[in-house]
């Protein structure tokens, strides 16, 4: 199965295209550079240790995991600090010759092997200065037939996950019918592939190395169409995902302002219902304070009225009283009560007999302005209180009354 490369670029070195992955597993760094037309493989794999003693031996440490961040960002080109370029055992060699002053290749050594070799170097730009770290990959031949369909499936099957998830994002059904056929295309042609590949294993005993570095071309540019696709499905699906993610935070932000409104709302009601509480409060107080003093009103007008009557009644007792009997005249003591109401009884009668005269003279003063043509004097009766002490007697000619 092949190594699920956490990283992977198509470069060009010399003239010819080669695709450059690399991957980090644990404490190890697998670097992989394969040739697009001739389809040879050369893998390294590197401890973590040994790329730090790597970048010590340069002048210029550095940790695995920032050296790893850089092999990234060269191989995507995400940065211009950090570039790649392959080289073979004797350019290697041409160049260390030529910083050293010196020509030739060093004897004693297994060129045959050497040659077979692929120099992957890292290079670093600081300001001032240049590193190069060199990885060592050695030759792994070209692929083997079972795994570049392994490699088929595999991406087939991302290809599938990647439609399935476009569809449950919220996809529309023109799209996602499309994906349908488009799913169904690439089935198809993987059907027709798998067919393809299954005669071609049994054409290739026979034929020649030629033969079969086309055969293996051919299905390395199938292998990369459908990895072509697999990109722009997975772009696809992210942009997906954060148009649905911004529309989520917009709702959110919504659902936010309502609840603030809420709050308010929901205070301001509170502050109203209190100021209703202490309206009907002090309503309530008023009403009990004017109904006290209806009533107390109510009891003192009756009060006067018990006490007037009830004087009223110790007068006419007081009168009778003092009507002396035949019999019991010689043994009546002196009672100043009943003599201050007789006093004032006698008052009334007098004032009585003056009201009585002075209508006679007023009827007689009527009659002669009557006789002259003057208009005629007008009176009123006397009104007498029960109880009272003011009496009225005739109204005037300016339709007052006269007290007594």
Same mark, same amino acid.
């Given at each position: 199965?092949?190594?699920?490369?956490?990283?992977?670029?198509?470069?060009?070195? @010399?003239?010819?295209?080669?695709?450059?992955?690399?991957?980090?597993?644990?404490?190890?760094?697998?670097?992989?550079?394969?040739?697009?037309?001739?389809?040879?493989?050369?893998?390294?794999?590197?401890?973590?240790?040994?790329?730090?003693?790597?970048?010590?031996?340069?002048? /210029?440490?550095?940790?695995?995991? =920032?050296?790893?961040?850089? *092999?990234?960002?060269?191989?995507?080109?995400?940065?211009? &600090?950090?570039?790649?370029?392959?080289?073979?055992?004797?350019?290697?060699?041409?160049?260390?010759?030529?910083?050293?002053?010196?020509?030739?290749?060093? !004897?004693?050594?297994?060129? &045959?092997?050497?040659?077979?070799?692929?120099?992957?170097?890292?290079?670093?730009?600081?300001?001032?200065?240049?590193?190069?770290?060199?990885?060592?990959?050695?030759?792994?031949?070209?692929?083997?037939?079972?795994?570049?369909?392994?490699?088929?499936?595999?991406? %087939?099957?991302?290809?599938?996950?990647?439609?399935?998830?476009?569809?449950?994002?919220?996809?529309? %059904?023109?799209?996602?019918?499309?994906?349908?056929?488009?799913?169904?295309?690439?089935?198809?042609?993987?059907?027709?592939? +798998?067919?393809?590949?299954?005669? *071609?294993?049994?054409?290739?005993?026979?034929?020649?190395?030629?033969?079969?570095?086309?055969?293996?071309?051919?299905?390395?540019?199938?292998? /990369?169409?459908?990895?072509?696709?697999?990109?722009?499905?997975?772009?696809?699906?992210?942009?997906?995902?954060?148009?649905?993610? %911004?529309?989520?935070?917009?709702?959110?932000?919504? =659902?936010? +302002?309502?609840?603030?409104? +809420?709050?308010?709302?929901?205070?301001?009601?509170?502050?109203?219902?209190?100021?209703?509480? =202490?309206?009907?409060?002090?309503?309530?107080?008023?009403?009990?304070?004017?109904?006290?003093?209806?009533?107390?009103?109510?009891?003192?007008?009756?009060?006067?009225?018990? @006490?007037?009557?009830?004087?009223?009644? @110790?007068?006419?007792?007081?009168?009778?009283?003092?009507?002396?009997?035949?019999?019991?005249?010689?043994?009546?003591?002196? /009672?100043?009560?009943?003599?201050?109401?007789?006093?004032?009884?006698?008052?009334?009668?007098?004032?009585?007999?003056?009201?009585?005269?002075?209508?006679?003279?007023?009827?007689?003063?009527?009659?002669?302005?009557?006789?002259?043509? *003057?208009?005629?004097?007008?009176?009123? !009766?006397?009104?007498?209180?029960?109880?009272?002490?003011?009496?009225?007697?005739?109204?005037?000619? &300016?339709?007052?009354?006269?007290?007594?």
């Amino acid at each position: 199965m092949d190594q699920p490369w956490s990283v992977t670029a198509v470069w060009e070195f @010399r003239d010819a295209e080669y695709e450059v992955s690399a991957s980090k597993s644990g404490e190890s760094l697998t670097v992989q550079v394969e040739e697009m037309h001739t389809a040879d493989q050369w893998r390294g794999r590197f401890e973590a240790k040994h790329i730090e003693e790597l970048t010590r031996k340069t002048g /210029n440490f550095k940790q695995f995991a =920032v050296f790893y961040n850089m *092999l990234q960002s060269a191989i995507t080109k995400s940065s211009a &600090s950090v570039t790649l370029d392959l080289l073979t055992y004797t350019d290697l060699e041409l160049l260390r010759n030529k910083k050293l002053g010196s020509a030739g290749i060093s !004897p004693g050594k297994n060129t &045959s092997q050497l040659q077979t070799k692929r120099y992957l170097i890292l290079t670093y730009s600081a300001e001032f200065d240049r590193i190069h770290y060199p990885l060592a990959l050695s030759y792994m031949g070209k692929p083997d037939p079972a795994a570049l369909k392994e490699t088929i499936r595999r991406l %087939q099957q991302e290809l599938t996950t990647n439609v399935k998830q476009a569809g449950h994002g919220g996809q529309k %059904q023109s799209t996602f019918v499309q994906l349908r056929q488009d799913y169904d295309t690439l089935l198809r042609e993987k059907q027709e592939l +798998e067919e393809e590949f299954e005669r *071609l294993q049994q054409e290739a005993k026979p034929t020649k190395e030629g033969n079969q570095t086309k055969e293996m071309a051919i299905l390395k540019k199938v292998i /990369n169409n459908l990895e072509e696709d697999l990109l722009k499905e997975k772009s696809k699906h992210q942009k997906q995902i954060s148009k649905a993610n %911004q529309e989520m935070r917009a709702l959110l932000d919504e =659902v936010e +302002e309502l609840r603030s409104s +809420e709050r308010t709302l929901q205070a301001r009601v509170k502050s109203l219902t209190n100021e209703l509480a =202490v309206l009907r409060q002090s309503w309530r107080s008023t009403s009990v304070k004017s109904s006290n003093s209806r009533s107390a009103a109510g009891t003192t007008k009756a009060h006067l009225r018990q @006490r007037s009557s009830s004087t009223e009644r @110790r007068t006419t007792g007081a009168v009778r009283s003092r009507t002396p009997s035949p019999s019991g005249f010689k043994g009546a003591r002196f /009672n100043p009560t009943a003599y201050v109401h007789n006093k004032q009884n006698k008052q009334q009668e007098t004032k009585r007999l003056n009201c009585a005269r002075t209508r006679v003279g007023t009827r007689s003063r009527s009659n002669s302005a009557e006789g002259r043509g *003057l208009p005629p004097f007008r009176s009123t !009766p006397v009104a007498f209180v029960s109880g009272g002490s003011k009496k009225f007697g005739p109204r005037t000619s &300016s339709g007052k009354d006269t007290e007594i």
